[in-house]
Nanobody, 114 residues
């Protein structure tokens, strides 16, 4: 059974930081491309950051320079470090694993508010 379990979300003030984690089980983690997506109320789910199995990264323009995606294949974990958070970053953040099949986590809420 494939599981992606996100953690690390919460309430943070504008300008603050959070680090999301996604622990993956049930697949060969190292060969999967991993991504973080987010969905704000009333909006479509959007790609935030992506990291290939080889470690190549790309980011949505809205988070470039503020967010960093990384992976630890020994721990079957992908991270999203988020700095200088803004109210518009408020959303449910989802972890995604993709190769020939695609898997999703249950999401973790990030709220940026004073």
């Amino acid at each position: 059974q494939v599981q992606l379990v996100e953690s690390g979300g919460g309430l943070v003030q504008p300008g603050g930081s959070l680090r999301l984690s996604c622990v993956v089980s049930g697949i060969t983690f190292s060969i999967y491309a991993m991504g973080w997506y987010r969905q704000a109320p009333g909006k479509q789910r959007e790609l935030v950051a992506h990291i290939s199995s080889g470690g190549i990264t790309n980011y949505a323009d809205s988070v470039k320079g503020r967010f960093t995606i990384s992976r630890d294949n020994a721990k079957n974990t992908v991270y999203l470090s988020m700095n200088v958070l803004k109210p518009e970053d408020t959303a449910v953040y989802y972890c995604n694993a993709r190769r020939t099949k695609e898997y999703w986590g249950q999401g973790t809420q990030v709220t940026v508010s004073s």
